[in-house]
């Protein structure tokens, strides 16, 4: 099984998150990629889409490969395993981590017009991605929804590793995801389309 692009991933989502339309969700999408998958699960629930903003810290070097991430309220997330793995410390990766915090500013004046971020006190919200790798920047995402008040945080994405997914499941309060493929590869591999989403993209779909 392979997706057609990220809206046909974000249809087959959908149909797998029909039991939150009671719950009147807030969809999230982690920019860009997560914002057009989220967009057709929020349309087909029947629930608002916005954005939360997280940004992967890529390893020296392979800047694909998440060693960890950080998020809006200063939020930071280490892929320890993956650290470890490289044989990195923190420290290795902390100009990196400053030069993805200074882009998460610029990408909230840009993505927010201004708009201060959802009041998210006492509700679900559903945080969407096109796909899982290592899950630090999922598990940044949820650090922040949570820190802003969520009172459920579900975590759902059209395909990721099983182990990934497990782990996600200790920081979530449900995981939903479709496709959990033991040979994973990448997550544009389990695309036909998956060209970059610009940030013009993003702003059309969340109409500023």
């Not at 991933?9 to 807030?26: C, D, K, S, Y």
């Not at 950080?70 to 990196?96: F, K, M, P, Y």
């Not at 009172?151 to 479709?178: F, I, N, T, W």
Request: proline share 5%; with cysteine; charged share 25%.
């Amino acid at each position: 099984m392979r997706f057609a692009d990220r809206a046909d991933a974000g249809r087959v989502l959908a149909g797998r998150l029909t039991h939150l339309r009671a719950e009147n969700p807030l969809v999230l999408g982690l920019p860009r990629g997560g914002v057009p998958v989220a967009a057709e699960v929020a349309t087909r629930l029947g629930a608002e889409v916005d954005v939360v903003l997280v940004r992967k810290v890529g390893a020296p070097g392979h800047p694909e490969l998440a060693v960890g991430a950080v998020g809006e309220g200063d939020v930071t997330v280490h892929a320890d395993d993956v650290l470890r793995d490289l044989d990195l410390a923190w420290s290795d990766v902390a100009a990196t981590a400053a030069g993805e915090r200074a882009e998460l500013r610029r990408r909230a004046e840009l993505l927010r017009a201004g708009a201060a971020p959802r009041d998210l006190a006492g509700r679900t919200v559903i945080l969407v991605d096109d796909g899982v790798a290592t899950g630090s920047t999922m598990a940044a995402a949820v650090r922040v929804v949570r820190g802003m008040g969520a009172a459920r945080v579900v975590v759902a994405v059209p395909v990721a590793p099983p182990d990934v997914l497990v782990r996600l499941g200790k920081v979530a309060d449900e995981v939903v995801c479709p496709l959990t493929p033991q040979r994973f590869v990448a997550v544009g591999y389990w695309y036909e389309d998956f060209n970059q989403v610009q940030d013009s993209e993003v702003r059309a779909i969340l109409g500023r």
